[in-house]
């Protein structure tokens, strides 16, 4: 079951993986072309509407050529 | 669809999540006291069954007491 604490988790990763994404100027098609990640689903994933598994981080890692612990290394209070 | 690279992903995430426990000197019983997390499906991740999503992942690290980070702290190579 999804809590409040788990909602904000789940929006601060959504917030963070764009930050990195436009850090790379990527829109979110052209990093959906660099992974095996639909442009959609990173859409609804910024928006902070889907709890992403291990393998969807490290694809996203894959297109945004960085370790896939960068896109958990961002603050959770 | 889940290929063969991601079985390795899953995998090695399963045995990186042992060698944390038994680093914090815990049981799998004991972990899942101390996070959101039932014993069983932390054994099925150690076993490399589970493509486990973020919401676990920060569950896992608040029972081990580290950043969700070092969860993803691991080679895929």
């Known amino acids: 079951m999804i809590n409040e604490e788990d909602k904000e988790i789940i929006k601060r990763?959504?917030?963070?993986l764009a930050k990195l994404r436009n850090e790379?100027?990527?829109s979110q098609r052209q990093l959906s072309h660099r992974c095996r990640v639909d442009y959609?689903?990173?859409?609804?994933?910024?928006?902070?509407e889907v709890n992403?598994?291990?393998i969807t981080i490290t694809e996203l890692?894959?297109?945004l050529d960085i370790?896939?612990?960068?896109?958990?290394?961002?603050?959770l209070e």
């Open 67 to 75: 370790p896939p612990k960068e896109l958990l290394n961002f603050d």
């Open 52 to 54: 992403v598994t291990l």
């Open 13 to 16: 990763f959504g917030m963070h």
């Open 40 to 48: 959609s689903k990173i859409g609804a994933m910024e928006r902070g």
């Open 24 to 26: 790379k100027d990527l």
């Open 61 to 63: 890692a894959k297109g």
